[in-house]
């Protein structure tokens, strides 16, 4: 039993009975319930204003409750991680990081204290010491700051320089990324977090799920990533149109739920519907005769008493457009050779050297690595922006590029930079009359007054989806896209998802939502070592590529066979025999197997015939465990495999387990064959 369980039992952490919240006088949230004990990991999901972030707050105490009851365990320890960020710039990223771990620096004073007290002997000492040890000790012990330290480090902090730098010296990503480490550092019984995978890279996030997964804690979550969801959550709490509903199961098991109820509500609205119309023709046709009045008014009572099946408006607005066919470009789109891409001066920093990227008509290909790695400096080079510093890049034959940049920079570039409006930077930037623009808008959620909001008061959201509306005029046979699911909500990352997946077009994505670059990339180009390498196939291909690599990097050099002295035989011993060569990789275990029975002037050595026997027997051993990592390479060939996160490391594993079994069993021929 770990001493977080020994400490605290299994007890709810939370209890939350019909919760109720009122903005400004309406209701936001009413009758919100659910109960939450230690490794439940709680998604909150709904749209955009349906009041998450004030749930969590909430749950935070940082905002009243209208109504209903929240119950804490007794001493129970809240962090929240929201978009605020900290106040104290003047402290140094350590210093802030600790801050919220000011609970585990009291603990440490009382077993001081209470060690001595102990030395003193004092008997009621030794129960107060065995409790505070037991709360250190879950926190990682007297080396919890070791812990705090690499929490840091996985968010993507690796220069230890970082951690005395002041926090007024880092850009706002980096502000929420040690928000965010603050947060998981002190160890919490609730651990509160609203869009935590914003501004991270796919490692960093990687690594967020993994750390998520294997806490002893509750955990309260929004956000928007669908692949973060179902890798990390447990259970969600839907909220729509101010009501809610809690669904135990994985985000994508709710969202199969979800789907269903959608579409049995609008057969239900349907079916309701022919029914009000058929009483309302009986009445309006009958209520002048006298011999069918009284049927009349009796239908007229029964539509009076008729409940209404209705969708809420706040529910109806849903994101949804399409790329028309676009003209046909030259066969290859951008091909550079040689590229060396550069930011800064004297001296500059050389982000990609050497590096060499082509892009094919119609290819959907996605661009991968970790942030800083010279991902959007490149496309701002392939988009124009700024040239290459060395090295070639030629355009090909009636490319019209569409370019997304992550801050919807595009917006306030040439002449759209006068543009006060919605309205007006739709016309000035796609050339469409005010009305046909107004038209365009409406399918990107900017309805009658929503048009007419200025440029300079939208939110990130917002911003993004006036740029797509922009883009999907544009008429662009290549898209270059950064980040374009910033801002978005899940239900409008679906719809660019299935827009993008329709598109017949030449796409280039920079995206850290895994979910999208699954289902839309074909081709993967990662920095890697300053330079692109290029992968076929979408992310989960990807993933396996790379964990191979990762594995055989890990895995230890096979020593070489030692050089045997001249052999003073007139003749050659005639040599063991051999394993059958495997239909694996090129340098399999078998491979080298053969290669070292044999001495360096080609010779075999000289065994006895009990020595022979038994290598014989290992040799077989090598052969069935080749056999066998064939067979589960062919296995996990297939999609299923790798069909979600949970599938990929399992796959993964099973691989690595029979990469291993190979190499074991080659190792105990090479002991016996030495």
């Known amino acids: 039993m770990s001493a977080r369980a020994s400490y605290h039992g299994r007890v709810a952490v939370l209890i939350a009975s019909d919760l109720s919240k009122d903005i400004a006088g309406s209701p936001l949230l009413r009758g919100v319930s659910f109960k939450l004990e230690r490794r439940d990991r709680m998604t909150i999901a709904g749209r955009n204003g349906a009041g998450k972030t004030t749930l969590l707050r909430m749950l935070a105490r940082e905002t009243s409750i209208d109504g209903g009851e929240l119950s804490l365990q007794k001493g129970a320890k809240v962090s929240l991680h929201d978009q605020r960020p900290p106040r104290d710039r003047e402290l140094t990223l350590r210093d802030y990081v600790l801050s919220g771990c000011a609970e585990l620096i009291a603990v440490e004073a009382d077993l001081t204290r209470l060690a ?161 119309a058929r009483l309302e023709r009986f009445v309006e046709r009958f209520r002048a005769k006298a011999t069918k009045a009284r049927q009349a008014q009796s239908r007229v009572k029964r539509l009076d008493k008729i409940e209404r099946i209705e969708r809420d408006p706040r529910d109806r607005a849903a994101l949804k457009f399409d790329f028309k066919a676009p003209e046909r470009s030259g066969r290859v789109v951008f091909e550079m050779t040689g590229g060396r891409i550069e930011v800064g001066a004297d001296p500059p920093r050389v982000l990609l050297d050497d590096a060499e990227l082509w892009l094919e008509r ?7 690595g970790a942030n800083g790695t010279g991902k959007t400096t490149l496309i701002d080079t392939l988009a124009g922006l700024r040239p290459p510093a060395a090295g070639k890049l030629s355009t090909g034959h009636n490319v019209k590029l569409g370019h997304l940049s992550q801050h919807a920079d595009e917006l306030g570039r040439g002449p759209g930079g006068r543009a006060r409006t919605v309205v007006e930077a739709c016309v000035v930037h796609t050339g469409l009359t005010p009305g046909k623009a107004r038209a365009l808008l409406g399918r990107f959620l900017f309805s009658g ?61 920079v995206s850290h939502d895994r979910a999208l670059l699954e289902a839309v990339g074909t081709r993967t180009v990662a920095v890697q070592d300053g330079t692109l390498r290029s992968y076929e196939g979408g992310w989960q291909e990807y993933l396996r ?27 050659k011993p005639k040599p063991t025999a051999k394993p059958k060569k495997a239909a694996a990789e090129p340098g399999c275990a078998s491979d080298r197997m053969a290669q070292a029975t044999v001495n360096g002037n080609g010779a075999a050595t000289t065994l006895s015939k009990n020595a022979r026997r038994h290598i014989a027997r290992l040799e077989r051993e090598i052969e069935q465990a080749e056999e066998e990592l064939k067979a589960l390479e062919e296995e996990l060939a297939g999609t299923e495999a790798w069909s979600t996160p949970q599938r990929s490391a399992a796959s993964t594993e099973r691989h690595a387990a029979a990469k291993r079994a190979v190499e074991e069993a080659f190792a105990r021929w090479e002991a016996a064959a030495s």
Not at 225 to 253: C, I, K, Q
Not at 362 to 368: K, P, Y
Not at 463 to 485: F, H, K, M, W, Y
């Open 545 to 571: 590529v790379r964990e191979e690599q990762r594995l055989a990097e890990r895995a230890p050099a096979v020593p070489k066979a030692p050089r045997q002295p001249k052999a003073k035989q007139a003749t």
């Open 116 to 276: 001595q007290a102990m030395a003193d002997g004092d008997e009621a000492a030794f129960a107060a010491y065995a409790r505070a040890e037991a709360r250190l000790e879950h926190a990682g012990g007297w080396t919890w700051r070791d812990r705090a330290t690499a929490m840091v480090r996985g968010l993507g902090f690796t220069d230890d320089a970082d951690l005395d730098r002041s926090l007024k010296t880092f850009s706002g990503g980096e502000l929420t990324r040690a928000s965010l480490a603050r947060a998981l550092a002190g160890d919490p019984d609730l651990l509160l977090l609203d869009e935590p995978t914003n501004h991270l890279d796919i490692e960093s996030l990687e690594w967020l799920e993994k750390t998520l997964v294997s806490l002893d804690a509750a955990i309260v979550l929004v956000a928007h990533d669908r692949w973060f969801l179902e890798a990390v959550g447990t259970s969600v709490l839907e909220l729509e149109a101010g009501r809610s509903r809690f669904f135990p199961g994985t985000w994508t098991t709710w969202r199969t739920e979800q789907a269903a109820r959608e579409i049995a509500l609008g057969r239900a609205i349907d079916k309701q519907q022919a029914e009000i």
């Open 362 to 368: 119609g290819e959907h290909v996605s661009l991968v």
């Open 449 to 509: 007054e929503e048009a007419e909001k200025p440029l300079d008061g939208l939110s990130g959201g917002e911003r993004r989806r006036l740029s797509l509306a922009i883009l999907v005029a544009s008429g662009a046979n290549v898209l270059i896209l950064d980040e374009p699911t910033n801002h978005l909500d899940i239900e409008s990352r679906e719809a660019l998802e299935d827009a993008l997946l329709a598109y017949e077009g030449t796409l280039l994505l």
